[in-house]
């Protein structure tokens, strides 16, 4: 069987399972399946002008090889065009998008290195897989280093209309660079057809009924895999002695009868000033709930660097600290903020023990928390997930309570109708959710990803 090589910006550590997400599980199974390679940025940034060396280390019968950035890569690269362009760009934020042509040049250079680095390591029969919007032009760089095999590239976020892309300044470039892939992954029918009608708009390509599409002087293909959590080992998770413990802290602790939960990354793109407003609405526009409901938020820091989240960080105190200083008590702290990471069996017990979920990004590839939270309910007598209808995971999970996460009084009516509803309707929606997200689960998702590769590997791309 040919060997799997994972290629993303980030390598996750290897040895600290129950602190990684599930997409790092889910590729180190698919990774041990094969004897794998798994390749990126290590976590270290070293001087400008070092010289670059690739560390190996084997894990199990995973090879892990990793490169430190350089100061510069790390600005203009990662922080630069990865997260001060791309990221907001294609979440459909171009007023947030800063365009540089230093950070171009460092994004190209990152990339070139990357080739650089990896084409010694490559055997002929391997499966190559480039995971999200770091590393587009990852494969046009190895083919100009006469690299033939078979190159698939997923993107984790979503991917805009035309008429957003077209904005940048590199668009036709990068759409280009994709055509040197052999299959390209999108999370949604929604980006699937926004690249479509990219490569036909802008470019006059073909698209055809079986996925491929013809674009740049190449037919690859093109097509829809949604990507799952690990369902069993996140509700197991939730069961465990801990978690109990844990649950049992958090009732001893609060008078509230009802918790509210959301987990996110603190990025503008989940919508949480919008999600707090909504809550003080809720406690403001139905009093019975003031000291019944409370919102635990865990933001995890990220992207700390960059202004636009430094801007997010104190928007959030603010509407917090206003919120807990109007209705709260000497009893009772309204909302519970956290501004960091938390252990995900913690995560898993925080989830079970709350009646709401709350997922509302503005703008979302996939949405994992949307799916942990459905894994984590209890089956006879589960909490209601809030779901934004522009996170990827709403495309199949019409059982949430669908909102516009922009409209706040939505967001308050959906919340008051989740810690009323009956008992029955819980159940009907989550027993429905579930078989949703067990259907499509993280080992689905690697394993028709990889097929896909493979087929496309015996005919398929002309
Ligand atoms: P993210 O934007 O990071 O991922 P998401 O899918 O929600 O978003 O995954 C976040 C993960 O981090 C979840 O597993 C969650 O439990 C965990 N997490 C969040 N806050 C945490 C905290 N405070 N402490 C510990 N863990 C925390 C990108 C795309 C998504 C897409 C994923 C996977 O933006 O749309 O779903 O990739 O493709």
């Given amino acids: 069987m040919s060997r799997l090589v994972v290629i993303s910006n980030r390598i996750a550590d290897l040895t600290k399972s129950s602190q990684s997400g599930g997409l790092a599980v889910a590729l180190v199974d698919a990774l041990k399946a094969t004897g794998g390679l798994w390749f990126g940025w290590g976590g270290d940034i070293v001087g400008n002008g070092t010289k670059i060396e690739t560390s190996i280390e084997n894990i199990d019968s995973v090879t892990v090889a990793s490169v430190p950035l350089t100061e510069d890569d790390y ?21 947030l998008a800063e365009f540089d042509t ?3 040049n460092g994004y190209r250079r990152v990339n070139q290195m990357f080739a650089d680095k990896l084409c010694p390591l490559l055997k002929p029969d391997d499966l190559i897989w480039i995971h999200d919007y770091h590393l587009i032009p990852l494969a046009s760089e190895l083919r100009q280093r006469n690299v033939g095999q078979t190159i698939g590239f997923f993107l984790h976020i979503p991917f805009p209309p035309p ?7 590199e668009h036709e470039w990068l759409v280009r660079s994709l055509a040197s892939y052999d299959v390209i992954g999108f ?10 009608r990219y490569l036909v708009e802008e470019e006059k390509g073909e698209i055809f009924t079986d996925g491929r599409v ?3 002087g190449r037919t690859i293909q093109a097509d829809v895999f949604p990507i799952g959590i690990d369902v069993d080992a996140f509700a197991e998770m939730s069961r465990t002695p801990e978690a109990e413990q844990q649950i049992e802290n958090l009732r001893r602790r609060t008078i509230a009868r009802a918790h509210i939960i959301g987990v996110d990354r603190l990025d503008y793109t989940k919508g949480l000033p919008e999600r707090f407003k909504a809550f003080g609405r809720l406690l403001e526009s139905y009093p019975a709930n003031n000291k019944a409901v409370t919102l635990m938020q865990v933001a995890q820091p990220t992207r700390e660097d ?16 206003a919120i807990n200083g109007n209705f709260g008590d000497f009893d009772w702290t309204p909302v519970r903020y956290i501004h960091r990471s938390v252990s995900r069996d913690v995560l898993a017990a925080l989830f079970r023990a709350s009646m709401v979920g709350l997922v509302t990004p503005l703008r979302d590839g996939m949405n994992l928390v949307a799916k942990e939270y459905i894994a984590a309910q ?32 939505e967001v308050t009516e959906a919340m008051q109708k989740s810690i ?20 499509h689960d993280a080992h689905h998702w690697h394993d028709s990803f990889i097929s896909a590769l493979r087929n496309s590997r015996h005919g398929a791309v002309a």
């Fill in 75 to 95: 600005d203009q690269y990662y922080l630069g065009f990865s997260n001060k362009e791309l990221w907001p760009v294609f979440h459909y934020r171009l007023d």
């Fill in 102 to 104: 230093d950070h171009v």
């Fill in 163 to 169: 008429e957003i892309l077209s904005a940048t300044p």
């Fill in 187 to 196: 999370q949604t029918s929604n980006d699937l057809a926004n690249f479509h």
């Fill in 214 to 216: 013809h674009a740049y």
């Fill in 306 to 321: 960059l202004e636009a989240y430094a801007n997010i960080r104190h928007e959030l105190e603010g509407i917090s600290g």
């Fill in 378 to 409: 209890e089956h006879d007598n589960p909490g209601v997930l809030i779901l934004s209808k522009f996170a990827g995971a709403a495309e199949a999970l019409q059982e949430a309570l669908l909102v516009n996460p922009y409209d706040v009084d």
């Fill in 420 to 439: 009323t509803m009956s008992r029955d309707e819980r159940i009907e929606r989550h027993k429905i959710l579930f078989a949703k997200i067990k259907q």
